[in-house]
């Protein structure tokens, strides 16, 4: 169903397309953990453009190409011309005369969309300033794996900054059939048109989304509660300022007291222990935190080869 085709938004992939990813997810890991060989990708190489850098997606993407059979070019800007003002659409048009696909992680969302447009292979959004689908693939994985493979009617809360995170949070639960409810400052608001987007997806699965400002309201009943660094990359200098105005948005056990007895807590690292989340809080699921930051390597496996094979 993918074969060939871009994943740059969880909105653009139907229901059965991220059941599709996380079904095979499953089974790859599966075969990871029990050394059983799965060349799906033999032959294929995939280029890595990072124009923002990372720990788990550089790390996660190439692993995940070698288990696959494949090999995985880190191009950075210091490796393309982009870094001296080639155009978007002429890498695209020369990248895809050597690899099978492209993995980009990079600031403005429309430099992934005009990559994809021009290119004749896969491209795949490994994060932009609006959106990290793999991300939250990978989470409704952990969520599947710790909560049952239905995931329809579950309650996920989010605290804080309404970010790409935030963005990819509402359609990845609007496809899922999940009740979403963000808790962030009023000047802090996920994106409006994701939004608009998100709740016209939920329509079809019975989905909820919604945003709100009081965390306490949020995280009344959830079955899980998510949260993200205050200061996103390219946001330093806003940190202290950001410190203040998120405080009460602290994932912490006074919180957590408030969500279901069973909820779980989910992070996509890197943590700052102490503002968005306590260190109690977050060593108290960290198993599910780390099963989470693991699944990356082989949901992003299963997007690489549906799309690529």
């Known amino acids: 169903m993918l074969k060939g085709k871009d994943m740059l938004s969880i909105h653009d992939l139907s229901v059965d397309e991220v059941q599709e990813i996380l079904t095979l997810a499953k089974e790859l890991k599966a075969k990871q953990k029990a050394g059983i060989e799965h060349h799906l990708l033999k032959g294929k190489t995939l280029g890595m ?45 020369v990248l895809s005369r050597y690899l099978d696909g492209i993995m ?31 991300q939250v693939l990978t989470d409704l994985l952990t969520i599947q794996e710790h909560k049952g493979k239905n995931l329809k009617g579950l309650k996920m809360a989010y605290v804080g900054d309404g970010n790409n995170m935030t ?71 806003e940190h202290e300022a950001r410190k203040k105005i998120f405080a009460p948005y602290q994932v912490n056990k006074e919180l957590m007291a408030l969500a279901d007895k069973r909820a779980i807590v989910m992070h996509c690292l890197p943590a700052y222990r102490g503002e968005e989340i306590t260190e109690e809080v977050l060593e108290a699921n960290a198993a599910v935190i780390f099963d989470e930051a693991e699944n990356r390597l082989h949901t992003q496996k299963a997007v690489m080869a549906l799309t690529m094979c």
């Open 104 to 134: 980009i992680r990079t600031f403005g969302h429309e430099r992934a969309v005009e990559l994809a447009q021009w290119a004749d292979i896969p491209v795949i959004n490994a994060l932009t300033d609006l959106l990290h689908p793999c």
């Open 167 to 237: 963005n990819s949070y509402m359609y990845g639960c609007a496809k899922a059939g999940m009740t979403f409810v963000a808790a962030t400052p009023e000047n802090y608001r996920p994106d409006e048109t994701v939004m608009k987007n998100a709740m016209d997806d939920a329509k079809q699965t019975g989905a909820s989304i919604s945003v709100i400002t009081d965390p306490q309201e949020a995280v009344k009943g959830a079955d899980i509660v998510v949260t993200d660094t205050w200061a996103s990359m390219g946001q330093e200098d």
């Open 49 to 93: 453009i990072f124009e923002k850098s990372s720990t788990r997606t550089r790390v996660s993407f190439e692993t995940g190409m070698y288990q696959l059979g494949g090999q995985a070019l880190f191009l950075s800007n210091r490796d393309l011309q982009l870094g001296r003002g080639e155009p978007i659409k002429d890498t695209a048009r």
